[in-house]
Nanobody
Framework: VQLVESGGGLVEAGGSLRLSCAVS?????????SGWFRQSPGKERELVAR????????YYADSVKGRFTISRDYAKKVVYLQMNNLKPEDTAVYYC?????????????????WGQGTQVTVSS
């Protein structure tokens, strides 16, 4: 599976961004679970949101609940992360990830596939 992110950039606090992750490759889109991770300097990579291949069940980190929404477009084979009410602490490189498990863990080392990352910077 190949994953390519887009949509990062610079935004003021309180603003919004939508990240996209285009999925391609031999594995059928509906057979993978998708997730968005982020990593800022000096910190571990953390799972921000996940959407399962099972019924589209979602998971969100507490820090983004109510502000971020993950979704999938099966026709376009794209995974989105809508980010609203952004805060300076949301500044990080955001990575799209995929895994064959229905509910992969928050541990990034267990995920199968990764994109190259896209920078999100939120100014105060």
């Amino acid at each position: 599976v190949q994953l390519v992110e887009s949509g990062g950039g610079l935004v003021e606090a309180g603003g919004s961004l939508r990240l996209s992750c285009a999925v391609s490759g031999g594995t059928h889109f509906s057979t993978i679970t998708s997730g968005w991770f982020r990593q800022s300097p000096g910190k571990e990579r953390e799972l921000v949101a996940r959407i399962s291949k099972v019924q589209g069940l979602t998971y969100y980190a507490d820090s983004v609940k109510g502000r971020f929404t993950i979704s999938r477009d099966y026709a376009k084979k794209v995974v989105y992360l809508q980010m609203n009410n952004l805060k300076p602490e949301d500044t990080a490189v955001y990575y799209c990830a995929g895994d064959r498990a229905a509910f992969p863990t928050t541990d990034p080392t267990t995920w199968d596939s990764w994109g190259q990352g896209t920078q999100v910077t939120v100014s105060s």
